[in-house]
């Protein structure tokens, strides 16, 4: 049974159809470079983590053993120590605050990060999505074309035993036929490039596809996408991390407690007061310490000038993101009505070809035109019907492009 099974599931997998929506939610989950920004945004959230716990104090511990030769009054021969040390920041000038929010600014920028990389990669599934189908269309039309082809082939060699046709007229169908053999061929493989690239983006071993189509933009507005955000949220965080230089310009305030126990060799530490020693076993030290930087020659103020400048650029980078999005978002609603248009003309010329195709198919088999005439009728109706079918599909890519460049989630107007 489970050897069955292994044998059968494959063969399920390729026979079921696949609706976009269905790709483009199995991509978001299992699609590896999605993965890899997740983990991205994880290690962010983690270095966030780690800023915001830096305001605990600090617990250490720790050991020594010293031996001396010769041995003084004041060195004694054998000492060994053991310690534990509390260290808490009172006041640093704001620069750990500072700091944990640069840090949280950076994992927003990763999380926007990991929605505008989503969003590109349902724009490629779109793209191949709609690649498949126009190449199939277009294949179909080439063997339909092929078939019809081969039938006159066998018509015209029975004329030609007949006398009633020549050798020639047999050789230029033959020709017309091999050639569209080829083309059928190199269909074919473009196809199969377009579907293993579907396959590799969505994570789904894809072979049949349900077609879907993007519902018709009508009064969607223009909103800024990711990558301006991402950018003004990394120039925030440089803001942040500028701060947390400034600070070490004001007044830093440490507190730290320090417990030692130790352990002398016999004979060690000379009675200095009543029920005392050179050498305590167990002591504690609390220290309030200060400090304040008066004079560097101004490399802090150099360092924190430098990452200005830095958050400067970005927010001008973010600016230019904004006028570049506005301007993909005009062309591309105008590539949509230009793609609209082509559709139009493409099914006018398709009706056109089709119908010169049938008056033109009866006067050749009537003997009336030759199969020059013939061959230029039907090539003139299989490319009409290629560029139909390739318009309506193109149409459907350049909404999505326009959904995209107008800063919305594509995957919402699927249907």
Avoid: C
């Amino acid at each position: 049974m489970k050897i069955i099974l292994l044998i059968v599931m494959p063969l399920l997998l390729f026979a079921r159809s696949y609706s976009l929506p269905e790709l483009i939610d199995h991509a978001s989950k299992y699609n590896k470079q999605i993965k890899a920004k997740i983990l991205q945004s994880q290690a962010r959230l983690s270095q966030a983590d780690a800023q915001e716990r830096a305001f605990w104090p600090t617990l250490d511990i720790g050991g020594s053993y010293t031996y001396s030769d010769p041995s003084t009054l004041i060195s004694p021969e054998s000492m060994g120590a053991g310690y534990a040390s509390m260290k808490v920041s009172l006041y640093d000038g704001g620069r750990k605050h500072a700091l944990l929010r640069a840090k949280n600014y950076l994992y927003s920028a990763s999380l926007l990060e990991k929605t505008a990389f989503e969003k590109s990669i349902t724009l490629n599934i779109i793209n191949h999505y709609y690649t498949v189908l126009k190449l199939r269309s277009i294949l179909h039309a080439m063997e339909a074309q092929t078939r019809e082809i081969h039938a006159q082939i066998l018509r015209m060699k029975k004329f030609s035993s007949a006398g009633l046709a020549t050798q020639e007229d047999v050789d230029k169908l033959q020709a017309e036929y091999d050639n569209n053999q080829f083309t059928i061929e190199n269909t074919k493989l473009n196809v199969r490039t377009a579907i293993e690239n579907l396959s590799l983006l969505s994570g789904i071993p894809v072979e049949n596809l349900k077609k879907n189509r993007l519902l018709e933009p009508r009064g969607i507005g223009f909103e800024p996408y990711e990558k301006s955000k991402i950018l003004k949220a990394n120039a925030e965080a440089l803001k942040e991390n500028a701060n947390a230089i400034d600070a070490a310009y004001l007044p830093q305030f440490h507190l730290e407690d320090t417990y030692t126990m130790s352990k002398y060799s016999e004979g060690t530490g000379a009675p200095v007061f009543p029920g005392g020693a050179i050498f305590p076993e167990n002591q504690n030290k609390l220290m309030v310490s200060v400090n304040m930087r008066l004079f560097d020659n101004q490399k802090m103020t150099k360092e924190r000038e430098a990452v200005m400048y830095r958050k400067l650029a970005t927010d001008s980078e973010s600016l230019y993101a904004i006028e570049e999005q506005k301007m993909q978002y005009k062309l591309a609603k105008s590539r949509m009505q230009t793609i609209r248009a082509k559709g139009k003309s493409a099914k006018s010329a398709l009706r056109a070809a089709s119908s010169t195709h049938k008056t033109v198919v009866k006067k050749y088999e009537a003997g009336l035109v030759d199969n020059i005439t013939y061959l230029d009728a039907l090539n003139n109706k299989t490319l009409s019907e290629a560029r139909y079918k390739g318009a309506l599909y193109d149409y459907e890519i350049s909404k999505s492009i326009f959904y995209y460049f107008a800063g919305k989630n594509i995957k919402e107007y699927i249907r």
